[in-house]
């Protein structure tokens, strides 16, 4: 197949390394020309680890050990209001967020209970499930990271590359390999990117974060519309099951879905596409600026058919057949909430905490039902939920039982706390501008009280900042952190969905709700939605 060479543009320069514009065009392009983010690791055991939070320069502590899954927190009592005007080091804590990756949101039993060790000693108890399957812990101190990587390690988890401009935890399908509906398993492709690439400094400095998604569940259940780079479950017609390949999605600043390049890839091929697709993007990539250095930009000037034509020929070296885009999927709800059926006859249950949040107690109580149910295997989700695997029928009540008694609702969960995701916020974040989990919390709580029979479908995705980790652009009611007239408030954006009701929601310019007046507010726009809507329609369609 002939070789494709973009022609580097007349004038502008965007440091795209393809075009030998690899002089640092801003601080964090000269950061990693200076020094790799994974070598971090070497001076965290062999000097930070024992001389302390102080003895950390700047360029490793704010820059480099996220490519360890590390970040200083938020100094507890600093208001929203001082966000934008503090300098880091005001902000920030002595403290650190650790971030595990669980990649396509695998654990075992043995790493939940690690995971749990380590939550109770080091992180005064804190775990929160992430909407792309993570755990992150809190409090954690950098005399304890050596440790803690030693545990994690030795049950094959690992923080590398949790954050940073890299290949960040791959999602999957939380039920691949056990659900009866399942068109393919994408776990092999999952492990073998993981096992070849994370860590290989190929892949270590890209122009920003990574996020790849690879499902094959007809419930489209890892948001793929706004990852990066995504594998999509589908039939081809004469050559079987595998996957539709998209690209270009993300959020944040000029948010974007995904888009089909409309390739047919094989389950064996999925890794070199990958491959060939983080090359491009760390080649092409703009690295100019921060706000531009996400492979959407890159697609929009390009446009998929250039995009193709560049994988194939320049990094694959043969064309990718054409294949179908995927089917809708079955319903609006992919949070594997509730019992189903495996396709060996045992069951999965499906349990929802509250916007993700739990705790080293509670994975410590969930691994002893899982034990005592005979299994070995709980995945996390991409809507922070929690599942179990391969649960027999006789043991389904007791460990349904067993996680609603942990305040993990598994049958009774209500639409609202189904579809409320929260992100880190102000407890922790040094961005947030408000708070979050609690007030989604509250939030929910409400939500049940005043609607108590309400069950439609319906997603509430609250942000601490107008970063988008909780993914706001994709919910029916996006509720994004900003002052109100001095107070916490947000600012809404309405019918956005993924799947079923694709699209990016509206945002209610001029509209800030107070905080003392969230819950009214989404009460009024959900009981609206309810005596409004024609029957079958969702949200997004209202
Ligand atoms: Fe922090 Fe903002 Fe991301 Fe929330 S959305 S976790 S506040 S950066």
């Not at 996020?211 to 489209?220: M, Y």
């Amino acid at each position: 197949m002939a070789q494709t060479r973009i022609a580097p543009p007349a004038a502008k320069v965007e440091g795209q390394w393809a075009f030998d514009q690899r002089e640092p065009l801003n601080g964090n392009e000269e950061l990693k020309q200076a020094d790799d983010g994974l070598n971090v690791r070497h001076r965290i055991e062999t000097i930070y680890a024992h001389q302390g939070f102080d003895s950390i320069p700047g360029d490793d502590l704010r820059g480099r050990m996220r490519w360890w899954g590390l970040y200083t927190q938020r100094r507890p009592g600093i208001d929203g209001g001082k966000t934008a005007t503090l300098e880091a080091h005001e902000l920030e804590d002595s403290y650190f967020m650790l971030r595990v990756r669980c990649d396509g949101g695998k654990l075992t039993l043995q790493q939940l209970r690690t995971v749990a060790a380590i939550s109770r000693e080091f992180g005064r108890d804190t775990a929160d499930i992430t909407d792309r399957q993570n755990i992150q812990l809190h409090w954690i101190r950098i005399e304890d990271v050596p440790e803690i990587w030693r545990r994690l390690e030795s049950v094959g988890l690992t923080t590398q590359e949790a954050c940073g401009d890299v290949p960040r935890v791959i999602v999957g399908s939380p039920v691949a390999g056990v659900a009866a509906d399942e068109i393919v398993d994408g776990t092999p492709a999952i492990e073998e990117i993981h096992r070849r690439y994370i860590g290989d400094p190929a892949f270590s400095n890209l122009p920003r974060k990574w996020k790849t998604a690879i499902s094959g569940s007809p419930h489209q259940d890892v948001a793929h519309e706004i990852n990066d780079v995504a594998f999509v479950g589908v039939v081809h017609p004469e050559l079987g099951p595998g996957f539709d390949l998209w690209v270009g999605g993300a959020l944040s600043t000029n948010p974007m879905l995904g888009k089909r390049l409309g390739a047919f890839v094989t389950l064996e091929q999925v890794p070199e596409v990958w491959v060939g697709v983080t090359s491009i993007f760390r080649d092409y990539g703009y690295r100019r600026l921060r706000t531009r250095a996400r492979l959407k930009f890159l697609l929009a000037d390009w446009g998929t058919e250039l995009f193709r034509q560049v994988l194939e020929g320049e990094y694959l070296g043969y064309a990718l057949p054409d294949g179908p885009e995927p089917a809708p999927p079955p319903t609006g709800r992919r949070d594997h909430v509730g019992v189903h059926p495996q396709k060996d006859g045992r069951f999965y249950v499906g349990a929802a905490p509250m916007v993700g949040r739990i705790s080293g107690p509670i994975l410590d109580a969930v691994a002893d039902l899982v034990e005592a149910a005979g299994s070995d295997r709980v995945q996390l989700t991409s809507e922070q939920k929690l599942v179990v695997l391969d649960v027999a029928s006789d043991d389904v009540d007791t460990v349904v039982d067993g996680l609603e008694a942990l305040g993990l609702q598994v049958r009774h969960a209500s639409t609202f706390r189904r579809g409320t995701l929260a992100c880190t916020g102000i407890e922790f974040c040094k961005l947030a501008i408000v708070e979050t989990k609690a007030r989604a919390t509250a939030l929910v709580g409400e939500l049940e009280k005043r609607l108590p029979t309400f069950d439609q479908p319906i997603t509430i995705n609250v942000n601490g900042c107008p970063n988008s980790c909780a993914r706001i652009q994709t919910a029916d009611i996006g509720l994004k952190g900003a002052l109100a007239q001095g107070e916490e408030g947000y600012q809404v954006h309405l019918g956005g969905g993924l799947g079923l009701s694709l699209g990016l929601g509206k945002t209610l310019r001029g509209l800030r709700v107070p905080a003392s007046e969230l819950e009214d507010y989404v009460e009024r726009v959900t009981r609206r939605f309810d005596e409004q809507r024609l029957e079958g329609e969702l949200f997004a369609e209202w």
